[in-house]
DNA sequence: GTCTATAATACGATAGAC
DNA sequence: GTCTATCGTATTATAGAC
């Protein structure tokens, strides 16, 4: 049993919780989406994510991000006290910098079948980037390093916050206002989008496949919205009636 | 680069596709649940699927599994050939076990609540053998070694198989026949109870709140179920009208 | 802040005794 | 088939020069 125990550094890096330990000159006010202009401190996050996805969480150590920012190894342990320091402090900055990415587009969504269509949008678009393969590593990684649990739930928190938003929106005109529960559906979609971006990984067919029947799914959700006035009451009810049982 | 390509030992293995390599004694007809008495090749697989789950794909090598296993380090190698060898064969050895643990009980599933039910209870009861977690953590590690690739998605497919034949036989009643696939719908569902219970990990409030949201989907599905027939089948034209659009 | 150098440990994999 | 012993490499993390 590996008896070497150790967070952080032996000592003297208990003050900030994970913001910069010592930005004391500047380098604040800089959050631009440039790739090797920035300070050191963003390399390395930058690193962190691109290490991730393209190596996973399993072949991602110190030195291999340290070689994706094109910095030194040892400046990890002096930015961030340690590796997993290093990737919580990634996961909060790759999914603040996503989201905010997307928030207009998402805001403006309005019905279930928008939502699946961004969703798919979004999915292409971000492949190469990886911003939901970044997640599901360190999700998978949060197993052993509990200090990645917090962190990466934050990250998917602010996934989540987004899509429930747009779930309360999209199906307040349907019948199932009132029954469904958007917060919950929200945790759902983000969730099942993490386990089909980690299948893809394995399969690309199965996941387009998988998509596909989703956006029957959604279909059938939004034809619901046509449903004359009976139809939806008696709907309505029965799926109380259902729950209660 | 290891160059080293072999399966099981230098060669002389080509007849057994995945079984021991050498089983020339006996220790055939013996795969039960023990744990401790049985060939060394089985404490390995064993080993490795407990090590996946508890330490994570990050923390899971030769040596880990091995002590899990309660065998030499060495062994790993004579075995499998190499350490993602022991990963494919251990994924397909897990995926089969439960697979076949559950079969019987996914063949009586005759409604979509049923399922939901039946993934509630799997879930609850399986949490402590990682049966899922096990596929997840190796999905994770599939982008980094190919090798895991290919035997993930066979993992998979047990699952998504029994799935299919489940939905299949749950949708057949409801107005979504013909309109739903059932085999791009098992693909979702697959996937999405691995990103579930990856999520439940980090945040298992948040997981069983995701859970309990896809039952009221879930009731919402059964209960088009008992619309009158006039509803039905405008309902199912709806749907196609909007897919086709 | 960044670098080099290095300590201590863990890793995959092999050779060879038994 | 299993074990010990080991090689070469990669890892986390620190110390100290600049």
Redesign the pocket.
Known sequence: ????R??????G?TEGTNA??????R?AANASTAENSC???EKLLRGALTTLVEQGIA??????VAAAAG?????????F?????LLAAACRYGAEQRVARYRDELRSITTLAGLLEFGRRMHAREREEGTVAVLAQLLAGAQSQPRLGPATAAGLDLWITEIEQVLTRVLDVTPLAGVADPAGLARAVAASFVGLELYEGADPAGAAHALDALEQLAALLTALDTLGPVARRALRMQVQRTLRR
């Open positions: 049993m590996s008896e070497g150790r967070e952080g550094a032996s000592e890096m910069a330990p010592k930005p004391a000159t380098t300070g050191t401190r072949k991602t150590s110190a030195r291999s910095v030194n190894q040892a400046l990890v342990f002096y930015h006290g340690s590796v997993d320091g």
